[in-house]
């Protein structure tokens, strides 16, 4: 592990953190001045592993305010719902907010409707409290974490933007494992004690969750990216499409929907390896990705690291381990992704006029190192 490097990510993390508690995507990067549940969770979670307690409670809290502020958002998409009239792009909590907690207007053509985010940060949420002992932290987030699990119940069988915010009219599979872990999670600290939550039974929600992408997104022994939305009176219904992504390795770890080494899991990642890894190389989000050209993504291929973590394969964690290291810029910084090896390189230019330069630091990159050179250390 480089020491170095390891230092300079917690203090890029720490740099990164607003005075409110989030965490900003990328410092420099301009359409990144936003703080996304998504990373910011997995930021969190780094924080955690790395007994940065402090900054991943501020970040948990802010989220609790955040999720608050919108609330009432929840049981007006539920009217709506259950009236049978249409959801506006707005009508659902987002999936960015300014570093204060605000929903941003900015280019209203973003895809605000993103679900993954929420599950995920009741998984984090969840790790933060059994590895920090900060059951005190449940009681203070109880009602956005209650509003967390209604507006999961409501929306997880809603078509909605995946990860990398594309193919707003499938489900995905990346994003219901989370969904898995938020209400596995959920379960969990209800189970603890320490959390009454009541009309929510978030255990067998989870177990609903699993089941579904069992009879929906398996196909040829393995799990697919993405696939149709159930059609009413329909249950023939689910056609994927084939192709990996390489966010499919988050449905073992870190929720372990299916366990590392399930048969569907090793068939995924197989096919992960063989489509979307470059040998002593990086990782590819997918094979038809033109952002930036569809460069090898540091996030990514920290999470396969931690994969092989998780199937007790250290070697092949340490090499991806030291690629990474191998990656950082001159200021110790991690970009989101490296452009190199891109899958469509005529596609890097257009880009890079239209936003600048790829965004460098990435505070997510830095996050899933962290996470990475911990299990490592861990074993776990
Ligand atoms: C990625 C998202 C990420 C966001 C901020 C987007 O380009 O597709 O996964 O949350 O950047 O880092």
Redesign the pocket.
């Known amino acids: 592990m480089d020491q170095g490097l390891y230092k300079k990510s917690i203090q890029t993390i720490l740099a990164s953190q607003s005075e409110w508690g989030s965490y900003v ?2 410092p420099f990067f301009p359409t ?1 001045q936003y703080c ?1 549940l ?2 910011g969770s997995y930021i969190a979670h780094a924080m955690d592993t790395a007994g940065e307690y402090e900054s991943a409670s501020a970040f948990f809290n802010w989220v609790g305010q955040t999720i608050q502020r919108f609330s009432y958002k929840v049981e007006e998409a539920r009217l709506r719902l259950s009236a049978g009239l249409p959801l506006g792009k707005d009508d659902l909590l987002h999936t ?1 907010f300014t570093l204060d907690g605000e929903e941003v207007y900015i280019d209203n053509t973003w895809g605000n409707f993103q679900i993954d985010g929420y599950g995920t940060w009741l998984w984090a949420l969840n790790d933060h409290v059994k590895r920090s002992g900060d059951y005190g932290i449940l009681q203070k987030l109880k009602d956005p974490i209650e509003t967390t699990l209604r507006y999961l119940e409501l929306t997880w069988k809603l078509p909605n933007y995946d ?3 594309e193919h707003p009219e499938y489900l995905h599979t990346y994003s219901l494992s989370t969904v898995f872990a938020g209400f596995h999670a959920a379960g969990e600290m209800i189970r603890s004690g320490k959390l009454e939550i009541k009309n929510i039974a978030a255990d067998v929600l989870a177990k609903e969750v699993r089941k579904f992408i069992l009879d929906s997104a398996v196909k040829n022994g393995r799990l697919v990216k993405y696939f149709c939305p159930p059609s009413v009176n329909s249950v023939s219904h689910l056609i994927g499409n084939d192709g990996v992504d390489a966010s499919l390795m988050a449905v073992a770890i870190p929720y372990q929907m299916f366990l590392p080494d399930d048969p569907i899991m090793l068939a995924t990642i197989k096919a992960i390896e063989e489509d979307l890894f470059r040998i002593d190389g990086g990782v590819y989000r997918y094979k038809a990705d033109v ?1 930036y050209g569809g460069g090898e993504w540091i996030l990514l291929t920290a999470w396969l690291g931690w994969y092989y973590v998780s199937i007790k394969q250290f070697d092949k964690a340490q090499a991806i381990c030291q690629w990474i290291e191998s990656q950082a810029d001159e200021n110790g910084w991690l970009a ?1 992704q490296v452009s190199d090896h891109a899958l469509h390189p005529e596609h890097y230019a257009p880009w890079v006029k239209k936003w600048g330069p790829v ?1 460098n630091p ?1 505070t ?1 990159s830095h996050a899933m190192y962290v996470i990475l050179t911990n299990a490592i250390n861990q074993g776990l």
Do not use: K, V
Request: some cysteine.
């Open positions: 995507a990328s990144y996304w998504r990373d960015r990860c990398w915010e952002y989101e965004a990435l997510w």
